[in-house]
């Protein structure tokens, strides 16, 4: 078989182009700093860099609710203390009110102060959470409380947030008529608030003294469902701290299957290099200049 000068030529040029390839795959790497740019460089680890990003982006949409959802939690406990200490308060004023020893006036101070309890435990009722009224269910844009009367204008509406694959969901929010025991549309608890203001405005403190009962029975709802939002919010912590290790562990899966080994790259890089440089010098020496150079 005769071998021609440009059969000699066209094998160099295949060379050259393979070497000139593998030198830009290492620069690319080694710039990127990662094993693959395109999915002809490695369809099975491109797959898998696709499934894991996928895992991420859907791991971190479940963190951003689980940190709202302890935000929301965490708010909704702080209400409810709030009020449980304002119940708390009010109890005080009405074990005061009962003794009978108080002048009139005592009662009518007392009184005055169960007042702004009251006014104190509605503005609590009506927390917002970015905007958001909390113990108002699904209208979460009216307030559930006013200063004028004892009803309630929000609904029974659960806010749940995905917290989890598999639907996995939790509650976070705690309705009004639930917090105040609202029953036929007027709280109870503003209710017990008016008739303790009306017992020592009137200086009946016997009738002061059947309300306690009825406050004590208030601050048991309270901290019922205060309980129930703290087991709430301990499983969102849970929550918060599988998907953190879960989402270290995408992270370097990831890592592995997408990072190049920079050390590596610049070894093959410098001997990539230098198989490009050897290969233009034999190409300078396979490509001569030829009779017909000579003749044009």
Known sequence: MRVTNNMLVMDFMNDYNKNLERLQKDQNMLSTGEKVSKPSDDPVAVASILRIKTEIARNNAYTKNTDDAKSWLSLTDTALGQIGDMLQNARDLAVQGSNGTLTQSDMQNLAAQVDQLKQQIIQVGNTQY??????????????????????????????????GAGGNTIQVNVTGDKVFDVSSGTSQLLTVMDNLSNALKSGNNQAVSNIIGDIDNQIQNILSIRADAGAKANRVDLTANRLSSDNYNFTSLLSKNQDADIAQVITNLKMDDNVYRASLAAGAMIIQPSLVDFLK
Do not use: C, H, L
Not at 136 to 154: C, E, I, L, Q
């Open 130 to 163: 970015n905007g958001r009224y909390i113990f108002a269910g699904y209208k979460t844009d009216t307030k559930p409380f006013s200063d004028t009367s004892n009803g309630y204008a929000g609904d029974d509406g659960a806010i749940k947030f995905e917290i």
